[in-house]
């Protein structure tokens, strides 16, 4: 039986995870949360609570949905979690490849914006040099 000192509520969640209730909802009927349901009430356990921060810490790094749910059904696989941390792992892998590919291609661009920039900036200098000479 889980103890009630370790029940939160919506609100209690809300201002613990910087998230608003529609996100906790959002997360409860895609079956990523189970909070206990007493009428209208929710009750979040210590299991919701370490499941909504891994859900939110696989968002802030771009993992889906749906790897956050595979990766979160690991954990009751009974390996100590070792499949769980190794699916991980995986998929931060193919994560971390392309959020370098895509700061790489950022690079790119912010070097020829710069370029484009200095050229634009330039012309009306010399624009402004020439109206002062006339």
Known sequence: MTDTEDLMTIRAMCDAFQVTP????FYEAKELLFPIREGQKRLFTRRDR???????????????LEEIRQLLDLYDMGDQQQTQLTRT?????????TMEAQRAELDVAIDELKEQMEW??????????RDAAE
Do not use: C, P, W, Y
């Open 120 to 129: 634009v900036a330039n012309v009306i200098a010399s624009m402004k040099a």
């Open 50 to 64: 370490a499941r909504l921060k891994l859900i939110l810490r696989g968002k802030r790094f771009g993992f889906s």
């Open 22 to 25: 529609r996100t906790l909802r």
């Open 89 to 97: 792992l995986e998929i931060a892998q193919d994560r971390l490849e």
